[in-house]
């Protein structure tokens, strides 16, 4: 399962949507229930999927979509 | 007594009067880039809504819901629901499937209103709807069956015209809002046409704006501030305003009180405690900026927050007082009044406001009792939708009960001091702790919950929920994530709990009653008093 295919589950079941359909443009304006709160979620979910940790100063500075999956990509690297 | 629809004082009033193409919002969107609109624009927009859903069939004091984020859309239809007489209920769009029931099942809403992607939600349920009859999505351009339909498709085939009546009776019901209590389901208060004499007169008497203002009420319009005094004060007063579609947003905010020049801006305490986080380099732009005054409502204004505000918009910032159930601004600080920082200030003109012991007896000055209004007001609500007896228990002979504790200053100010029951205040949201704990209870894990508000330096009050598992069951983060996104999804988000404590037994007196007072000592480190009456 590719990255984008992991993720799009992760937002799915966070935001209880089936219908999600993610894009590098995408922000937490075009999700309904995307919101402050519900983003801790979303963080968390990422985090113990991905077994990765994000810092506390990052949480709230992706701009959209395409920056969190960058932010992931560069954590599994360094991962590995 | 007659008083003009809140549609006809608000819209047609004024396109009659020749303000048909007279901007009354500038709407920001999340881009920021702006649409003005009329109040032509939403007066022929509200009464295509009211020609479709009196083809639909709806009838007066009939409830019609509308679902939706903050729009143009959601105030053209809130109008057009009025115009129909017919009573509007306007629901967060973040709402969980559960939420939505305890509402539209009280309400026994006859249609809902909302946009494609928040269907899955109301369809989840409409089972247990038997009153629903349809559901308008505005979004899509084709009806899905009989029961789902396009409102941009009828909305097409209707006209831009409808005949009402503009006078009714004041106690012709026009809105409902529902609001949560300690026990039980969240509660509608319904509301009059008769609001509006109340809603204009306290916006005047307190927000005081001029002809070059430009006002900015931050609140959704799920919010009754946010319908009182962002859609309802301003349309009726022809007051130039803004609205934005995004949430908070440090730059964004900024940008608009600086380049879009707002003078009022209507805010939230959770709003400046937020922005008080930011490094104070992120408000150079706004050193200069054309603010006259700046007003919170939602929660107590802590000093903390009054002087950093006063000092980074170099303005006045005044806090106020009032519920979902009080219709308008009760106690207010306001110009002309010398702003005691942390207090809420004075009833406003025809308010008279109490302090009563327990016995229901008034109380001198400095005494902490319960916060009373002497009942009557015009914008009173008039009823808990279709729970009565719940209605009468807010009141105390000729006083209404607010279940706030405060009190009142030797100079008449009136300071608030806590809830007295157990509905949790977080970031102006009013939590029912029985709503989170009853959605937790569906989790296969949990075996028991109690949850109870505790103080917070942003939220003002955050949610604790101390949980007993179930047998053999560990907790660990993957749990708490699966509590945590239950309770975004069936109750709200503003509902999740900042913090769960494991505990082998929630404390309970001998008539299985939740000693959340206990739970509050134990968690802030308090003594928890007398406990002899715990099972």
């Given at each position: 399962?590719?990255l984008?295919?992991?993720?799009?589950?992760?937002?799915?079941?966070?935001?209880?949507?089936?219908?999600i359909?993610?894009?590098?443009?995408m922000t937490?304006?075009?999700?309904?229930?995307?919101?402050?709160?519900?983003?801790?979620?979303?963080?968390?979910?990422i985090?113990?999927?991905?077994?990765?940790?994000?810092?506390?100063?990052?949480?709230?500075n992706?701009?959209?979509?395409?920056?969190?999956?960058?932010?992931i990509?560069?954590?599994?690297?360094?991962?590995? | 007594?007659?008083?003009?629809?809140?549609?006809?004082?608000?819209?047609?009033?004024?396109?009659?009067?020749?303000?048909?193409?007279?901007?009354?919002?500038?709407?920001?969107?999340?881009?920021?880039?702006?649409?003005?609109?009329?109040?032509?624009?939403?007066?022929?927009?509200?009464?295509?809504?009211?020609?479709?859903?009196?083809?639909?069939?709806?009838?007066?004091g009939?409830?019609?819901?509308?679902f939706?984020p903050?729009?143009?859309?959601?105030?053209?239809?809130?109008?057009?629901?009025l115009?129909?007489?017919?009573?509007?209920?306007?629901?967060?769009?973040?709402?969980?499937?559960?939420a939505?029931?305890?509402?539209?099942?009280?309400?026994?809403?006859?249609?809902?209103?909302?946009?494609?992607?928040?269907?899955?939600?109301?369809?989840?349920?409409?089972?247990?709807?038997?009153?629903?009859k349809?559901?308008?999505?505005?979004?899509?351009?084709?009806?899905?069956?009989?029961?789902?339909?396009?409102?941009?498709?009828l909305?097409?085939?209707?006209?831009g015209?409808?005949?009402?009546?503009?006078?009714?009776?004041?106690?012709?019901?026009?809105?409902?809002q529902?609001?949560?209590?300690?026990?039980?389901?969240?509660k509608?208060?319904?509301h009059?046409?008769?609001?509006?004499?109340?809603?204009?007169?306290?916006?005047?008497e307190?927000?005081?704006?001029?002809?070059?203002?430009?006002?900015?009420?931050?609140?959704?319009?799920?919010?009754?501030?946010?319908?009182?005094?962002?859609?309802i004060?301003?349309?009726?007063?022809?007051?130039?305003?803004?609205q934005?579609?995004?949430?908070?947003?440090?730059?964004?905010?900024?940008?608009?009180?600086?380049?879009k020049?707002?003078?009022?801006?209507?805010?939230?305490?959770?709003?400046?405690?937020?922005?008080?986080?930011?490094?104070?380099?992120?408000?150079?732009?706004?050193r200069s900026?054309?603010?006259?005054?700046?007003?919170?409502?939602?929660?107590?204004?802590?000093?903390?927050?009054?002087?950093?505000?006063?000092?980074?918009?170099?303005t006045?910032?005044?806090?106020?007082w009032?519920?979902?159930?009080?219709?308008?601004i009760?106690?207010?600080?306001?110009?002309?009044?010398?702003?005691?920082p942390?207090?809420?200030?004075?009833?406003?003109?025809?308010?008279?406001a109490f302090?009563?012991?327990?016995?229901?007896?008034?109380?001198?000055?400095?005494?902490?009792?319960h916060l009373?209004?002497?009942?009557?007001?015009?914008?009173?609500?008039?009823?808990?939708?279709?729970?009565?007896?719940?209605?009468?228990?807010?009141?105390?002979?000729?006083?209404?009960?607010?279940?706030?504790?405060?009190?009142?200053?030797?100079?008449g100010?009136?300071?608030y001091?806590?809830?007295?029951?157990?509905?949790?205040?977080?970031?102006?949201?009013?939590?029912?702790?029985f709503?989170?704990?009853?959605?937790l209870?569906?989790?296969?894990?949990?075996?028991?919950?109690a949850?109870?508000?505790?103080?917070d330096?942003?939220?003002?009050?955050?949610?604790?929920?101390?949980?007993?598992?179930?047998?053999?069951?560990?907790?660990?983060?993957?749990?708490e994530?699966?509590?945590?996104?239950?309770?975004?999804?069936?109750?709200?988000?503003?509902?999740?709990?900042s913090?769960?404590?494991?505990?082998?037994?929630?404390?309970?007196?001998?008539?299985?009653?939740?000693?959340?007072?206990?739970?509050r000592?134990?968690?802030?480190?308090?003594?928890?008093?007398?406990?002899?009456?715990?099972?």
């Amino acid at each position: 399962m590719d990255l984008n295919e992991k993720l799009t589950g992760v937002f799915r079941e966070v935001f209880d949507d089936q219908s999600i359909v993610l894009s590098e443009e995408m922000t937490a304006d075009d999700v309904d229930a995307w919101d402050s709160l519900s983003h801790i979620n979303l963080i968390i979910a990422i985090e113990l999927t991905f077994e990765i940790e994000f810092k506390q100063s990052e949480i709230q500075n992706f701009a959209n979509v395409g920056q969190l999956k960058q932010s992931i990509e560069s954590k599994l690297l360094n991962h590995n | 007594m007659f008083v003009n629809n809140i549609a006809y004082e608000s819209l047609t009033k004024h396109c009659e009067n020749g303000k048909n193409d007279t901007v009354i919002i500038h709407w920001i969107q999340n881009d920021l880039t702006m649409i003005e609109y009329s109040y032509g624009d939403f007066e022929t927009e509200s009464n295509k809504v009211a020609n479709v859903l009196t083809y639909l069939g709806i009838q007066n004091g009939e409830v019609v819901s509308i679902f939706l984020p903050r729009s143009p859309m959601l105030i053209s239809c809130y109008f057009g629901i009025l115009k129909l007489q017919a009573i509007s209920c306007i629901l967060f769009s973040t709402l969980g499937e559960d939420a939505l029931l305890d509402r539209l099942g009280n309400s026994q809403a006859k249609v809902v209103i909302t946009k494609a992607s928040l269907v899955r939600k109301i369809l989840a349920i409409k089972d247990k709807l038997p009153s629903l009859k349809y559901i308008l999505i505005v979004d899509q351009d084709e009806n899905q069956s009989e029961f789902l339909l396009s409102l941009r498709k009828l909305l097409d085939n209707s006209k831009g015209t409808f005949e009402y009546r503009h006078q009714l009776d004041a106690e012709t019901p026009a809105f409902l809002q529902y609001t949560s209590g300690s026990t039980g389901k969240p509660k509608g208060a319904l509301h009059v046409h008769g609001v509006i004499e109340d809603i204009i007169q306290s916006f005047r008497e307190i927000m005081m704006l001029e002809q070059d203002d430009l006002y900015w009420c931050i609140a959704d319009p799920a919010w009754i501030t946010g319908l009182c005094y962002g859609i309802i004060a301003p349309f009726s007063t022809l007051a130039d305003s803004i609205q934005y579609s995004g949430t908070y947003n440090t730059d964004h905010w900024l940008n608009i009180l600086k380049d879009k020049k707002v003078t009022i801006w209507y805010t939230a305490p959770t709003a400046l405690r937020m922005m008080m986080q930011e490094d104070e380099s992120a408000f150079d732009q706004i050193r200069s900026n054309s603010l006259k005054r700046i007003y919170s409502v939602g929660e107590p204004l802590n000093p903390e927050i009054y002087h950093w505000g006063k000092r980074i918009f170099g303005t006045e910032v005044y806090d106020n007082w009032w519920q979902s159930e009080t219709g308008s601004i009760m106690i207010s600080n306001r110009p002309g009044l010398e702003v005691k920082p942390g207090s809420m200030g004075k009833p406003r003109n025809g308010i008279e406001a109490f302090i009563l012991d327990e016995e229901m007896q008034p109380l001198p000055s400095g005494l902490h009792g319960h916060l009373s209004l002497y009942k009557g007001w015009k914008s009173m609500f008039r009823t808990y939708y279709h729970k009565e007896e719940a209605y009468k228990a807010k009141f105390h002979g000729e006083y209404y009960i607010t279940g706030d504790l405060a009190y009142k200053d030797e100079d008449g100010y009136f300071w608030y001091v806590s809830r007295s029951d157990d509905v949790i205040n977080t970031a102006g949201h009013l939590v029912g702790p029985f709503e989170v704990e009853s959605a937790l209870l569906e989790i296969d894990e949990i075996g028991d919950v109690a949850v109870i508000g505790a103080d917070d330096p942003i939220l003002h009050k955050k949610i604790i929920a101390f949980i007993v598992l179930s047998k053999d069951v560990e907790w660990n983060k993957v749990l708490e994530l699966k509590c945590r996104i239950y309770i975004s999804n069936k109750v709200s988000t503003v509902a999740i709990p900042s913090e769960f404590v494991v505990i082998d037994k929630i404390p309970k007196n001998q008539s299985g009653k939740i000693l959340r007072r206990y739970l509050r000592a134990v968690y802030e480190g308090k003594d928890p008093g007398d406990v002899s009456t715990m099972e």
